[in-house]
């Protein structure tokens, strides 16, 4: 019974250490998809940015 107790603390300990492992990673995969998501909304912000410049320039060439 000393060495099944002893090998379910070694496995309990075990599932621990890996639990904490994936939180860390699960961590920094939100971190990365955090960035990720902000990086995504600045490119669309440009990109209307860019679409109100280019109906402005074409407005302007069809006025001129």
Same mark, same amino acid.
């Given at each position: *019974?000393? *060495? ?6 070694? &496995?309990?300990?075990? #599932?621990?250490? $890996? ?13 990365? $998809?955090?960035? #990720? ?5 600045? #490119?669309? *912000? &440009?990109?209307? $940015?860019? &679409?109100?410049?280019? &109906? #402005?320039?074409?407005? $302007?060439?069809?006025?001129?």
């Amino acid at each position: *019974a000393g *060495a099944l107790t002893r090998k379910f603390d070694t &496995n309990t300990e075990r #599932i621990a250490t $890996y639990n904490a492992r994936l939180e860390r990673q699960r961590e920094r995969l939100l971190a990365s $998809y955090a960035r #990720i998501e902000t990086t995504i909304a600045k #490119i669309q *912000a &440009n990109q209307t $940015y860019l &679409n109100t410049l280019s &109906n #402005i320039a074409a407005s $302007y060439g069809r006025t001129s």
